[in-house]
């Protein structure tokens, strides 16, 4: 059975809030491995010095290191929007010596602006808000529990220097981890929406240096001039899928951002998104033609209907690869033109979609007559960043950028679009209830719109290819 080391960190706060941010700015939620990790650090750090946090600390937190990790926290909300602040820099000195001096002088003058954005935690009547981090490991493997205790009991912080915490630890079964209270946040396979970072082999040492670099940040050069020496990142970490027990799973998906030769970002216009979708599912079937996933028993019929999309089977039944070329979206006044494309295959075939990934990457893509390119773009694999997040993410609002082609023609009557709007949610495995609304014209402004005649019967919308040009086309709202 299995068994964990477990670190709880308590949120001692009536009304508990957590300022960590993941990449990009973004609130994370739920505390990530890594930023428990070091703050066990920091706590062994404040509890032991010199030669007895060599001897006592450093053994049993590289213990922690590379064992894989599940979080229990408690349900999370960020009830508020954004809010920024002006904090003072550390240049008190300056102020009172130039009132010394008789020099009117100012803080406003030095102060830098800062974002907030806290994530509010659920209480559920219990006393505290607790975020438990599971770090799995073989029954009575641990020497290290008395030393990894007292440095959990150490923690005095989580996030932000205000988020205060008190911090325990335990070896708990799997049944005694079962019963914690809160969502369970495991490392998942399969392309899950929650990104958390987790602490590797090196990531120890990739800290301590670190810290020695940031008290080592101010220097003297040879004349004896101060000189600053930026701290660097740390990189000594894994980005891993976390997914609760009560999500469903998510579609596994990548994405490819489209550079030019010279390295800078490739843009298509939106109306011609099918003709990268084109490029992209002809290099996908050349050269996975040329190197199958070695699962694949029969080729041939593989490419023609996974990968070409070729359908045999019942459209509600049929497997296959999506090609989808991105429009920029996330701000009203955003260029919409394509610079990313992504790549979804059906649930559980990670597998497959990583090995594509690799035979994708650094690839350029092969113009066709309709694209009436001299140098096509090159596929550039690429962690989703904003844009591509807006596409993935889980929501319980969701519109389209491009118009739905329905699996039929409305004839103009609002019931029938109704059934046939309802067979595509089917088709596309959205089983949960909703309500929908339709339109010709998109949420997202400059997206263009479903219909495919301007009022001068001149083409217009969203090229289509000739097969479903007698296909109703509308634009979804579903909540």
């Not at 990739?206 to 003297?220: E, P, Q, Y």
């Not at 997040?389 to 082609?405: E, L, M, S």
Request: hydrophobic share 40%.
């Amino acid at each position: 059975m299995p068994t964990y080391f477990v670190v709880s960190i308590h949120f001692p706060d009536p009304l508990p809030s957590f300022h960590g941010r993941a990449a990009g700015g973004e609130p994370e939620w739920p505390p990530s491995p890594l930023r428990i990790f070091q703050a066990l650090l920091a706590g062994a750090a404040a509890r032991w010095k010199g030669s007895r946090f060599t001897e006592i600390a450093l053994p049993a937190i590289r213990w922690l290191e590379g064992r894989a990790a599940e979080v229990i926290a408690p349900p999370a909300h960020a009830s508020r929007t954004p809010y920024r602040m002006y904090v003072p820099n550390n240049a008190g000195d300056l102020m009172v010596a130039a009132w010394a001096r008789g020099v009117d002088a100012s803080i406003a003058e030095h102060r830098v602006e800062k974002d907030v954005r806290p994530t509010w935690l659920h209480v559920n009547g219990e006393k505290s808000a607790t975020v438990h981090c599971l770090f799995s490991m073989d029954a009575n493997e641990c020497s290290h529990v008395e030393a990894l205790t007292a440095a959990a009991r150490s923690i005095t912080h989580l996030g932000w220097g205000l988020d205060m915490t008190v911090g325990n630890a335990a070896i708990l079964s799997e049944k005694e981890a079962a019963d914690l209270p809160g969502d369970r946040w495991r490392p998942a396979d399969d392309s899950a929406s929650t990104t958390l970072r987790i602490p590797i082999k090196g990531t120890l040492d990739a800290l301590i240096s670190k810290h020695n670099a940031f008290l080592n940040r101010i220097g003297r050069d040879s004349q004896g001039n101060a000189t600053f020496n930026p701290v660097p990142p740390l990189t000594a970490f894994r980005v891993v899928g976390y997914r609760r027990a009560t999500d469903p799973p998510v579609r596994p998906s990548i994405v490819f951002e489209l550079r030019n030769d010279d390295e800078t970002r490739f843009s298509y216009p939106q109306a011609k998104l099918i003709h990268l979708a084109g490029m992209v599912r002809h290099l996908a079937i050349k050269l996975l033609g040329d190197s199958p996933p070695q699962e694949i028993d029969n080729p041939a019929d593989w490419l023609r209907t996974y990968v070409a999309g070729h359908c045999d089977a019942p459209a509600d039944v049929h497997r296959q690869l999506s090609y989808l070329p991105l429009p920029s979206i996330g701000h009203p006044h955003t260029d919409p033109a394509v610079r990313r494309v992504m790549i979804a295959a059906p649930l559980g075939d990670d597998r497959i979609l990583r090995h594509l990934a690799m035979l994708l990457d650094g690839r350029q893509l092969i113009p066709t007559p309709e694209t009436k390119l001299d140098r096509p773009p090159t596929l550039v694999y690429a962690r989703p960043d904003k844009v591509a997040g807006r596409y993935a993410k889980a929501a319980a609002n969701w519109a389209t950028v491009t118009p739905v082609i329905l699996p039929g023609h409305d004839d103009h009557k609002p019931g029938k679009t109704r059934k046939l709007i309802e067979k595509a949610l089917r088709q596309s495995g959205i089983d949960l209830p909703c309500e929908y609304e339709w339109s010709a014209f998109s949420h997202f402004p400059k997206s263009l719109s479903a219909h495919k005649y301007d009022r001068d019967k001149r083409p217009t919308g969203y090229i289509r290819p000739s097969h479903l040009l007698d296909q109703t086309a509308v634009h979804l709202k579903l909540r």
